[in-house]
């Protein structure tokens, strides 16, 4: 019995802790979902979700949403990005649409078109809309 339940770890911590490639002049129409980690070298038309980390190379394209815990990106993402930790900006990066994260890291030369919304847990956060008036319209966000 021990010794299932420690091959069972072992599993669990090879699926978490596998890369996955979208390699160079590879073009993905679709959604992505995992466990472990992403790089793109190639295009993705869709989102990328993965509970760890997700790497967007200088050559890469994203016509997506971004969801991970840590986000490094050197290439385009045409897309909302939601970092539960760490959001890394390389120099040629370039985003154009929202950003919520707890932290950010950018490079002299990173482009972002959009909002920027930091804090300790995006999950909490409020979101504020702005009215016609001028005032502000709050609700809790649900994290999507």
Do not use: P, W
């Not at 919304?117 to 502000?136: A, F």
């Amino acid at each position: 019995m021990v010794k299932k339940n420690t091959e069972d770890r072992k599993n669990q911590n090879e699926i978490v802790t596998s890369s996955n490639l979208v390699a160079t002049g590879t073009v993905i129409v679709g959604n992505i979902a995992t466990h472990g980690n992403i790089r793109v070298e190639g295009t993705v038309e869709g989102s990328l979700e993965s509970q760890q980390k997700i790497i967007i190379g200088e050559s890469a394209k994203v016509n997506g949403d971004v969801k991970a815990a840590d986000v490094e990106i050197a290439g385009r993402v045409d897309g909302e990005i939601r970092c539960s930790e760490l959001l890394f900006l390389k120099k040629t990066a370039l985003i154009l649409g929202d950003i919520y994260t707890k932290k950010l890291i950018i490079e002299n030369g990173a482009e972002f078109n959009g909002q920027c919304k930091m804090g300790k847990s995006q999950e909490d956060h409020l979101k504020v809309d702005r009215v016609q008036d001028g005032s502000e319209k709050r609700q809790v966000s649900s994290g999507r």
